[in-house]
């Protein structure tokens, strides 16, 4: 059995992610994932709701830059993407995304902001987040070793939050079987 990180879509910022871990026998394993933030326009059904200002998180290797912004044909795993300039592949659509580690592993998250820099609709940011700001907070794992891992930004300590076009690296191990969320806690919702 193994453990799963399912990542649904959310209409805001607080992009919201489970952990079901399952009993296994410790393996002591890394397993790696690299994932991007993205702007998405989010459809919610066929009468026309929507999110204009949808962000998700994916696989780097389910986005694409934008046409006049590196290679069509190569994945953001294949090459550096520019923030706000990427899609998800034209196979793809806004999904929940699901990793997977036994009990007992560990989870090394390469994340990569690629969100705009200002939101793309400003006319509708009552509707998003006004931070641009992202980062991985999974509650009920354990870090690998420092504060980083955490994915939040508390009090006097160093923040665990990418900007745009920038990397950090999220270490995290499953103890045991169980359910995991996992957001990112960098987005307060704007005044409106």
């Not at 994915?151 to 300590?157: A, H, L, M, R, S």
């Amino acid at each position: 059995m193994s453990c799963r990180f399912s990542w649904p879509i959310s209409p805001c910022f607080t992009l919201i992610f489970a952990l079901a871990a399952a009993a296994w026998p410790a393996q002591g394993r890394t397993i790696k994932a690299h994932v991007v933030a993205l702007d998405q326009p989010l459809i919610y059904n066929r009468l026309g709701s929507s999110q204009a200002n949808g962000m998700i998180f994916a696989l780097a290797r389910d986005v694409v830059p934008l046409k006049g912004h590196g290679h069509t044909d190569m994945t953001c795993a294949q090459q550096e993407c520019q923030a706000g300039f990427v899609s998800l592949r034209p196979a793809k659509r806004p999904r929940p995304l699901v990793l997977r580690v036994n009990a007992g592993d560990d989870l090394e998250i390469t994340f990569k902001n690629l969100l705009l820099r200002t939101p793309a609709n400003p006319s509708t940011i009552s509707a998003s987040t006004f931070t641009r700001r992202a980062g991985v907070h999974i509650v009920g794992v354990e870090w690998d070793s420092v504060t980083l891992d955490d994915g939040t930004f508390v009090g006097d300590n160093e923040t665990s939050y990418a900007t745009p076009d920038n990397k950090r690296i999220y270490k995290v191990h499953a103890p045991a079987e169980g359910a995991y969320l996992l957001t990112s806690t960098a987005g307060p919702l704007a005044q409106a």
